[in-house]
């Protein structure tokens, strides 16, 4: 497992900014050090069908009663087999976009490439202006990881997105994907890669146990849930958290390498299974069933984050405003003693507020619709921790139905909500939303599991907590059953 290399896509986009530190040959181009603008530029546009995954199964016959349901609802469908897996998709659709189905939760796509881009890539020095076309693909091998940095976004889309400067270690792959676009990935070892993520998911200044839980759970999401995030494409996971936060060489990497020794090849079970253990930044009190929010699967629990037990039905829109108003004790429920509980006091219990006429924007910019002036927004149903799984928005002139946690999330503002475990007053102006959590809130809370750590639990306990009757175990992969290439 530790020599298994992983292509992790750490840009895709148009145009990137890099900086070279010395001078460092590009393919069959050598670029002097500065700062340069690395773009592709199409000189063809693609044919590409996008197809929203509805469906997965080890069989293609498996699929057959979904492929006919979403048939007699009048959509197209599709099958591709990637990695092992058969997926169904429905479509087509232009872009990739899932809130053009709002009706189901999914998220995924899979391309039907009728014809890729042509593109050329060209450097463009930012100091002089002069310009150099390179290869349309070629690997980049710093001698050291600083001498080549990236100007990279962090949480792209989200409401905390920034930019950052960030160096990778391993080979770097420049290349034109299908779509046109320009794709930088980096090809590294999967223990390197998890301790680059541990120290981006979390801060290495918490407990080691925390960040042991959180190694773990890294390793399970790798070896479960990678192969659907990015179906057809020439890389297995982005660095982002549409997959897992990868931001590179961190200045505290050699206390995570220290923890992933200290797990290396440990996954948890269930059943003789690896378990898909999904993680979010603050649960709120109460985690969230995995096949509420992902779909179905064989493991999905929902527990108190707290200590004892608490067993109010917060699917009930009565109790779960009492809830919210009168929270019992949790562990994320964390006041700012550290940096990382900071996280805790600010989303623990949210507050926003949204103006009618900005929901109306909102809602048109993003799906086309125009339900009017939004009079009413109400849940029509919530998971057990409270997140609201199905929502509907009254207009003046429509009525708009919304399936998914984080569609629902899309849907109220022009990033995202911090989660969907909110209710909703309307005060005569605007939408006031008392919410809880960052996060869909499936799986381990990591304030949560930082704030245990705190108190003495070590990480097999607080993976027990997030992942009841589950078990640590060794894992030894078969190359045909992993989920990376």
């Given amino acids: 497992m530790a020599t298994e290399k992983l292509k992790v896509c750490i840009f895709k986009g148009d145009k990137v900014k890099i900086e070279l530190r010395k001078p460092i040959k590009f393919g069959n181009q050598k670029l002097r050090a500065g700062v340069w603008e690395v773009r592709s530029e199409i000189l063809s546009s693609p044919h590409i069908d996008y197809f929203l995954v509805v469906g997965e199964a080890a069989e293609k016959d498996r699929l057959a009663s979904t492929i006919k349901e979403f048939e007699s609802r009048g959509y197209s469908s599709s099958v591709i087999k990637y990695k092992g897996i058969w997926f169904a998709g429905i479509g087509p659709f232009r872009v990739p976009d ?32 002069r310009t150099v076309q390179l290869a349309q693909h070629f690997y980049v091998s710093p001698g050291e990881p600083f001498d080549l940095i990236i100007y990279n976004k962090v949480g792209r889309g989200f409401h905390f997105e920034f930019e950052e400067r960030q160096s990778y270690e391993g080979e770097i792959e420049f290349t034109i994907g299908y779509d046109g676009k320009l794709l930088l990935i980096n090809h590294i070892e999967l223990e390197r890669y998890l301790a680059s993520v541990i120290s981006s998911e979390m801060l290495v200044s918490l407990p080691m146990e925390a960040l042991k839980a959180q190694a773990v759970v890294a390793r399970n999401w790798l070896l479960t849930a990678a192969i659907k995030h990015h179906i057809g494409e020439p890389f297995d996971v982005c660095n982002d958290d549409h997959c897992q936060e990868y931001r590179g060489i961190r200045d505290e990497n050699n206390i995570a390498r220290k923890v992933i020794d200290e797990t290396r090849g440990e996954a948890l079970y269930y059943k003789g299974k690896l378990v898909d253990t999904r993680f979010a930044k603050v649960c709120g009190g109460v985690t969230e069933e995995f096949n509420n929010v992902w779909g179905e699967t064989f493991y999905s629990c929902s527990i108190f984050d707290g200590p004892g037990t608490y067993n109010m039905d917060l699917q009930k829109e009565d109790n779960f405003r009492l809830w919210i108003e009168q929270p019992p004790p949790a562990y994320c429920n964390t006041q700012g003693d ?15 507020t949204i103006d009618p006429y ?11 619709i125009d339900i009017g002036y939004p009079v009413q927004v109400n849940p029509l149903r919530r998971g057990r921790s409270g997140r609201i799984l199905q929502l509907q928005i009254k207009g003046e002139k429509g009525t708009l139905d919304v399936t998914g946690e984080l569609k629902i999330r899309a849907i109220l503002s022009p990033t995202y909500l911090p989660s969907s475990a909110f209710y909703v007053k309307y005060n005569g102006q605007q939408f006031i939303l008392r919410g809880a959590g960052w996060g869909h809130g499936v799986g381990m809370c990591q304030v949560g599991a930082a704030k245990l750590a705190s108190i003495g639990w070590n990480y097999r306990q607080i993976l027990l907590h997030y992942y009841p009757n589950t078990e640590v175990r060794q894992i030894h992969v078969k190359k045909e059953e992993r989920c990376v290439s």
């Fill in 98 to 129: 899932s809130l053009q189905i709002l009706s189901h939760h999914s998220v995924y796509f899979f391309p039907e490439v009728k014809r890729p881009a042509i593109a050329k890539v060209i450097a463009r020095n930012i100091s002089d202006g």
């Fill in 338 to 352: 550290t940096e990382y509980f900071e996280y805790g006091r600010k989303y623990f219990r949210w507050y926003e």
């Fill in 358 to 368: 900005a929901l109306r924007e909102i809602i048109n910019n993003k799906t086309g």
